[in-house]
């Protein structure tokens, strides 16, 4: 997807973020990162915050664990902390304007936490199976980069209305409704719908993440979430929820879902591009 504009935009980027252990669960294996890189430093953020993109690049991101006792919820921790290991290497891509260089990095970091899982249910009994999907947005001026493993999901949100899932389910039925062959409400109550053909770490000999790139504009949102979030609101429910004017619509979106679902951990981000001049 090519930019609105080729003139530099100059935006101010609000997120919000939660996540919740869900009404059935007994430790949440969910976990969710927003951090700022500069040429300088890494900077975590709160889980509601606003900021202009003039500066500093911003990554989201959300990851639910996988495997027995708490090696789930330890996975997800691993894959958003070794996150923060590459970014200053990427925002120097940035700054160069070397959007080429976004793949070879965004590949290279799935593939080493992929690596990091595997060699640790290799080596210990109680991570053994560890795994856990990964979603990342990387906001940059003018474009958001993604990267994607698993069945979390990233929506993009245009400004005119409308929603659109960019990342692809990595599983049977994924593919299934992506080719038509299911609808929305079929595919979310399929029996196999959490049965995963890819992931970081879980048995996995080898790795193949999503990869993209959307060109934003003033107006447009974009949400990550987990699969509780998807179980518990249908994609018409997570565009309206999404659009409210509230300072925290992940709050508005996980508590929704809980509510309605409340079967698994569920954990959403929602981030939002302003025109910085209005």
């Known amino acids: 997807m090519a930019p609105a504009s080729a003139t530099p935009l100059v935006c101010t980027i609000q997120w919000s973020g939660m996540t919740h252990l869900g009404r059935v669960r007994s ?19 709160g889980k509601v915050g606003e900021s202009t993109l003039s500066a500093s690049d911003f990554v989201f991101a959300v990851s639910d664990g996988m495997g027995g006792a708490k090696s789930g919820e330890f996975a997800s921790r691993i894959a958003l902390d070794k996150i923060t290991k590459l970014l200053p290497k990427g925002f120097r891509l940035s700054a160069r304007g070397m959007a080429s260089g976004f793949s070879d990095l965004l590949t290279e970091l799935f593939g080493s936490i992929h690596h990091d899982l595997t060699t640790l ?16 947005c990387w906001f940059t001026p003018e474009w958001m980069y993604f990267a994607h493993i698993g069945d979390s999901r990233i929506y993009y949100l245009p400004k005119d209305g409308g929603i659109s899932q960019i990342s692809h389910d990595h599983s049977q039925v994924g593919w299934m409704r992506r080719n038509g062959q299911l609808n929305e409400r079929q595919a979310r109550s399929h029996p196999r719908r959490n049965v995963l053909q890819q992931a970081l770490g879980a048995g996995n000999q080898f790795v193949d993440p999503q990869l993209g790139a959307v060109g934003y504009r003033p107006g447009d949102r974009f949400v990550i979430c987990s699969d509780g979030v998807i179980e ?27 509510a309605n679902s409340g079967a698994d951990n569920t954990t959403a981000v929602v981030i939002s591009i302003l025109d910085a001049s209005a």
């Open 232 to 258: 518990g609101l249908w994609d018409h429910h997570i565009d309206e929820l999404a659009r409210q004017p509230d300072a925290d619509p992940a709050r508005l979106m996980v508590e929704q879902a809980v």
């Open 121 to 136: 249910g290799r080596s210990y009994e109680e991570c053994s199976g560890m795994g856990a999907t990964l979603s990342l």
């Open 27 to 45: 430790n949440n294996e969910d976990s969710f990162l927003g951090v700022t890189v500069n040429g300088r430093e890494v900077s975590y953020l």
